[in-house]
């Protein structure tokens, strides 16, 4: 009898001690905000164009780590899809076409001759990539510009262009050599998506 | 002798050298057309100091640098530029860049040379400075801006200098022709750079496969003031590579993602070095180099001294290359170079060798295989990687695992894909993968970019809002204050300055005063017939209330005179004639009812009507008069109203107008109510009144007077683009009666809008 109430109250005492040691860390250690949140935010193209009903990628990113479908984003397609799969260790699903199309990265481009001026294209532009003042020229900054597209709709004169990225001699890549070796049938399927991209 | 390590893996291709070694080394006559590229060396392209038209002489400069890592390049020989003009140049995509275009006159003037004879006597950073004004980048087929390399002792401390005379690749002879023929430069370059590094080993690296360019070399160096070590190599390949020699030649492996500057030592092509001599002691810029041309298509194959910018054309010309056996034409060596698409392609300062290939000599690629795990790739592979897993995750497009397997350190010497049993093209995977791994890294620091300036832009939007508020708050709080200093104001002169405040108490004293006196009258007239005892007490009370009344009575008609003549308030009148007519109406009401009941009371109702009636008929009067006078100044009161009036007219048709739009909408989009459907009919009216309402308000309106011919001009832009779009939904939908109608109201619209502004222009040109 005596033994099993020694062994109680030791082993009262010890859950305590660890009790008290849990405790505290969890006080100390507390993480501020959701650290997956960052994760996923840092994997989508941060173009913010809005194509997923959220306002821009950060929103995006909150509403996915709180169980939000992972393929709204069009700009970034099947690539970030798997990736965002990866991270959250779930299935990857092909994209919503519901929220648009993966389509080649563009760029904004004003015609700076039919442009009146309005600034309705600054405002509208999520990253600031856009240059002017009322009555006067606008520009568009191509090395900030995400192509998110925003900028097209607000303009009463339609005179913005989203025009594709053209191949440059400083962003060309050797194409993927075409394959015919497939060594089960699920390669397949890898390999044409190899060769594709 | 020094002794030799080893590295791990690589392969003994066949050499073909000897086919180049044959002639000597020969000049290539002065082409017609010189092609310079502005980028010919790695950083950014260098930016054209001429113009079209411009004459230039022999080593003029003609393009400068735009950034650290960038290189200066001059005229080959002296000429005119006629063209500044996007021209292919030798890269595996075939595409074009910016080059600078001379036609050489055969003159050969060369601008001034200035040379040093010692060029210890110089500053280093000057000495520097004349080596990257010779446009000198690293030969071996890098094109790294030398004289970055040779500044590299003022933050590293470098004691070792290699000098790499190992030229590996198959085929190419141009550094073995070089050290043969102009062993002097090298030494010479090797002590310039010497003097730039003050390195205490200088070490020298040839393969075993080129005994008489060691033997010259040896023989120099012997001659040199400095200690240079010429060591020779057994024939491996890439012992060329920069990673492979500097293990070769020290026994240290330069470590990943470093630079062999990091571990003190700097690898300098022989070619690079001679180059160096030349910008020194004579002042020369690079403007030509040696180059192999071979292969079985060339009759003459050999190594030609050729100028930068000359189109590979002529070159296959003079080494009488036969077109119709030429099936591929390769620019560097067979294993790292690449396949050119065509001949008019200039020889850059990194073009090293030209292979012109028959077919037997450069089969098509063998179909690959299936990968059978024998692990060949991976004995061969000179940075110790494991190609085979290298090769899964570039296939499957993981480049994650492939990044943690190291796939940056692969120099793409092409050895696995040589001894692979299967073909498969290892290496071009790996190129593929390590392209798309520096896209996503690209696309990863613009994403990073981006998302701070959205949030900055968050911020900047977030800030001003709330500055905004506290601005609106201020005001209010300054408007509070503002009021309530009125307040004080009025309280503390009320008494003596407002007369009418005055009146209305005086009023109210007498008023009380009068109700006061009722009251002791009843309690005496109560007292009296109650035959009370204290009637005398009342009696006091009664008179003294009576006194008070009169007194108070006096007080207002002081005040009443004292007020100034009020100005009839129409408003106030009109409200008082309506109160005096309803007054009359209900006692006429009354009266008829007691006298049809014949009640007592019917006699007193008569007398007062007739009262009532005469006050309504002043109050009638007063009104009357009071409008008359206000009249005058009612027409600029009026126009002012009826611009406001016009405004406020134009939106509650536009209200209507998109209400009924609405409720169209709804019932179209299936929602068939009663209720809406009332709603549209109800609107229909009420809307074509605002309407009507509006255009008669419009008509009375004045014609504007100065047409805004930037509202016009915008209008009309908006209208443009409104019949655009129509035409476009209209070219989409095919054939559709509503929407043709309404583009031909639109055309209409744009037209009329084009006609006034038109006529604005007009009328403001006019006078």
């Known amino acids: ?197 | 002798m020094s002794k030799i390590w080893s590295f791990h893996g690589g392969i003994h291709p066949p050499e073909n050298k000897q086919q180049s070694l044959q002639r000597p080394l020969e000049a290539l006559p002065l082409p017609s057309r010189l092609v310079l590229p502005l980028q010919q060396h790695i950083g950014a392209p260098a930016s054209p100091l001429v113009k079209v038209g411009d004459r230039v002489l022999k080593g003029q400069p003609i393009a400068e640098p735009t950034g650290f890592v960038s290189a200066y390049l001059h005229a080959p020989t002296s000429g005119t530029v006629v063209d500044l003009v996007d021209h292919s140049v030798p890269h595996p995509s075939g595409m074009t860049a910016p080059c600078v275009v001379i036609e050489p006159d055969g003159e050969e003037r060369w601008i001034e040379l200035q040379g040093v004879d010692d060029y210890r006597s110089l500053e280093k950073h000057e000495l520097a400075e004349r080596i990257r004004h010779a446009g000198i980048a690293g030969m071996g087929g890098a094109g790294f801006p030398t004289e970055i390399k040779l500044h590299l002792s003022d933050d590293h401390i470098i004691n070792t200098l290699i000098i790499n005379g190992v030229e590996c690749e198959p085929y190419i002879t141009a550094d073995d022709m070089l050290m043969r023929e102009r062993a002097d430069e090298i030494i010479g370059g090797i002590e310039i750079a010497a003097h730039l590094l003050t390195p205490t080993h200088v070490l020298m690296g040839i393969e075993d496969n080129k005994p008489e360019a060691a033997r010259a070399m040896t023989e120099a160096a012997r001659r040199s003031r400095i200690d240079i070590e010429v060591v020779v190599v057994p024939t491996k390949y890439p012992s060329g590579g920069e990673r492979q020699l500097v293990k070769l030649l020290t026994g240290v492996e330069v470590p990943s993602g470093k630079i062999p500057a990091d571990i003190g030592i700097v690898v300098q092509n022989v070619g690079t070095l001679a180059a160096v001599y030349n910008a020194v002691h004579f002042g020369k810029p690079l403007i030509s180099r040696i180059t192999t041309i071979t292969g079985e298509a060339a009759s003459r194959p050999g190594n030609r001294e050729v100028l930068i910018g000359t189109p590979i054309s002529d070159l296959l010309a003079h080494a009488g290359v036969d077109p119709n056996r030429l099936t591929r034409l390769v620019m560097g060596g067979p294993m790292m170079g690449y396949a050119l698409g065509n001949a008019n392609v200039p020889l850059i300062k990194t073009s090293n060798c030209i292979i012109a290939g028959a077919a037997d000599e450069f089969p098509p690629a063998p179909p690959a295989q299936n990968c059978i795990r024998c692990g060949a790739c991976e004995q061969v592979c000179p940075a110790e990687l494991l190609p085979q897993q290298l090769h899964w995750f570039a296939k499957g497009r993981e480049y994650d695992k492939a990044l943690n397997f190291n796939l940056l350190d692969c120099i793409e010497c092409g050895a696995c894909s040589y001894v692979c049993p299967s073909n498969i093209p290892l290496v071009q995977y790996y190129r593929h993968a390590k392209g798309e791994i520096r896209r996503e890294q690209a696309e990863q620091r613009k994403a990073e970019q981006a998302r701070i300036r959205f949030e900055a832009r968050n911020e900047r939007l977030e800030r001003e809002k709330t500055e905004k508020e506290a601005r609106r708050k201020a005001r209010a709080e300054a408007a509070a204050k503002a009021q309530a200093a009125k307040k004080d104001d009025a309280v503390t002169s009320a008494p003596k300055a407002d007369p009418e405040a005055a009146l209305k108490a005086a009023k109210t004293a007498a008023a009380v005063a009068r109700t006061k006196l009722k009251k002791a009258e009843k309690a005496l007239q109560i007292a009296r017939d109650s035959g009370e005892s204290d009637l005398a007490a009342l009696e006091a009370e009664v008179s003294a209330q009576q006194q008070k009344v009169a007194a108070s009575e006096a007080a207002l008609k002081a005040a009443e005179s004292t007020a100034p003549a009020k100005t009839p308030d129409i408003k106030e009148l009109k409200l008082a004639a309506a109160t005096a007519r309803t007054k009359v109406t209900k006692t006429e009401k009354a009266l008829a009812d007691a006298e049809a009941k014949a009640l007592p009371s019917a006699e007193k109702l008569r007398s007062s009507l007739a009262t009532l009636r005469s006050k309504a008929d002043a109050a009638q009067h007063a009104l009357a008069a009071a409008e008359q006078s206000a009249r005058p100044a009612a027409p600029a009161e009026a126009t002012a109203a009826a611009t406001a009036d016009l405004k406020q007219l134009k939106s509650n048709a536009a209200i209507l107008r998109t209400k009924l739009k609405k409720a169209r909408k709804a019932i179209e989009a299936g929602d068939s109510s009663a209720e809406l459907a009332q709603q549209v009919t109800e609107l229909e009216p009420q809307l074509a009144s605002a309407e009507q309402a509006l255009a008669a308000a419009q008509a009375q309106q004045p014609p504007h007077t100065g047409p805004d011919l930037k509202a016009l001009k915008s209008a009309v832009a908006i209208a443009r683009t409104k019949v655009k779009k129509a035409q476009k939904a209209l070219d989409e939908a095919g054939d559709n009666d509503d929407l043709r109608a309404e583009l031909a109201q639109l055309q209409q619209q744009a037209a009329a809008a084009d006609a006034a502004l038109e006529a604005a222009q007009q009328a403001t040109e006019s006078p």
Request: with cysteine.
């Open chain 1, 1 to 197: 009898m005596e033994s099993i109430l020694i062994a109680i109250i030791a082993l009262g005492c010890i859950a305590l001690v660890f009790g008290a040691i849990l405790g505290f860390a969890s006080v100390k250690f507390k993480v501020e905000g959701n650290p997956i949140v960052d994760q996923i935010d840092a994997l989508l193209p941060q173009t913010q164009c809005g194509q997923c009903s959220y306002p821009g990628c950060r929103p995006y990113a909150e509403a996915i780590a709180n169980g939000e479908a992972i393929n709204k984003c069009p700009p970034g397609g099947q690539s970030t899809i798997d990736a965002l799969a990866d991270l959250l260790d779930v299935e990857a699903i092909p994209l919503d076409a519901e929220h648009g199309q993966e389509q080649p990265k563009t760029v904004a481009f004003i015609r700076e001759a039919e442009c009146i001026g309005c600034t309705k294209c600054i405002q509208a532009c999520p990253v600031d990539a856009i240059l002017g003042a009322a009555k006067q020229m606008h520009t568009v900054i191509a090395s900030e510009c995400t192509g998110c597209d925003l900028c097209v709709e607000p303009c009463p004169v339609d005179c913005i262009d989203m025009l594709p990225i053209e191949p440059t001699l400083a962003n060309w890549n050797w194409p993927s050599p075409s394959s015919s070796e497939h060594i089960i049938a699920t390669d397949r399927g890898r390999g044409n998506a190899g060769s594709a991209a």
